[in-house]
């Protein structure tokens, strides 16, 4: 009975010591990991941190967008043998696309529907192949969803339509904090999202869409053709984009003055759009750094020679 209460104590207290290694070697996975993580996030800090001074530099020494806008950065990450990694960085003219808040005007809790910042959303759509009338739709549910009344749009939905929904929930009565939130408001499908998720953004503003000429790819001239109300189709303002000048447009009377341009009817307010330097820029930073990853995104708005953070987000804008 003693050798068999020994061999028994034996098992036990080596089933024991097993299962602390293990708890000791999963802590120390688990807290390698966590370090590994943080310090992913700390590189993509770091590249915040250069976008913001560079975005300085690019304002003050007048950089033309063509020479950084959309050209991804590559630093690679060398501690030792065993810490390396990259960061990949990609800084973006945030001022391409139309801005889903200018359906709206006023100040928070007091949203009211801007008619001409809705029919330039209008012309958007249509310049992306949607039917007119559904563009119309889609349109006053934006405004709705946004504005701080419960009077219904013509074919906007309020408060009741999405209350009989299952889940039940309410319109935002707030400006659109990101893109995605498009995917709540009725009529916004998954396949309709994708098709009009290029063009649009969601700048912390209920300003017209300052959209700056000079940055405009090719494949953006919807965002030209929007701007013109529609008086400019899609494949024209493809071709005022690849007659742009070397460097870009030099004033704004340079850019109003081209074919289909010059004889456009247009709100004045239309006018004050035109941007000739980038102003809002979008960063995006992926890092992999010893098999962790972290992704950031940020929103920097520059005025004058200073640049600010306005949004920063550890997920991909999506």
């Known amino acids: 009975m003693a050798l068999l209460t020994v061999l028994l104590l034996t098992v036990v207290m080596t089933v024991l010591a097993m299962a602390m290694l293990d708890d000791i070697r999963f802590g120390t996975r688990r807290a390698q990991n966590a370090y590994a993580v943080a310090q992913a996030q700390r590189y993509a800090l770091g590249s915040e941190a250069l976008a913001l001074r560079r975005i300085g530099e690019l304002q003050r020494e007048g950089v033309a967008a063509e020479q950084w806008n959309g050209k991804p950065l590559l630093f690679p990450i060398i501690e030792d043998e065993q810490a390396r990694g990259m960061v990949r960085a990609r800084l973006d003219d945030a001022s391409t ?17 801007l008619e001409l910042g809705v029919q330039q959303y209008v012309a958007l759509l249509q310049a992306l192949g949607i039917a007119a009338a559904q563009a119309q739709t889609l349109a006053d549910t ?4 946004i504005d ?28 659109l904090a990101e893109v995605s939130e498009l995917r709540a408001i009725r009529g916004y499908d998954a396949d309709l999202y994708a ?17 700056n000429v000079n940055a405009l790819r ?3 001239a919807p965002v030209l053709s929007m701007l013109s109300l529609g008086q400019l189709t899609p494949a024209e303002a493809q071709r005022r984009i690849a007659a742009r000048p070397a460097g870009g447009w030099p004033d704004a009377t340079a850019f109003w003055s081209q074919p289909g341009l010059a004889a456009a009817e247009l709100p004045n307010e239309v006018y004050g ?7 809002w820029f979008a960063l995006e930073t992926e890092v992999d750094y010893t098999g962790a990853q972290a992704v950031l995104t940020a929103l920097i708005h520059a005025g004058g020679n200073d640049s600010r953070l306005l949004v ?6 999506e």
């Open 97 to 113: 696309c139309f801005n889903l808040n200018s359906v709206v005007t006023g100040a928070a809790e007091q949203w009211q529907r």
């Open 142 to 145: 934006l405004a709705d969803w």
């Open 148 to 175: 701080s009344d419960a009077q219904r749009a013509p074919l906007g939905a309020e408060d009741a339509t999405y209350a009989a929904l299952v889940p039940a929930y309410r319109t935002s009565g707030a400006l």
């Open 195 to 211: 098709r009009i998720r290029p063009y649009v953004c969601a700048l912390p503003s209920a300003t017209l869409s300052p959209v």
């Open 218 to 220: 090719a494949d953006q």
């Open 273 to 279: 759009q035109i941007q000739l330097r980038s102003q």
């Open 312 to 317: 920063r987000r550890w997920t991909p804008d």
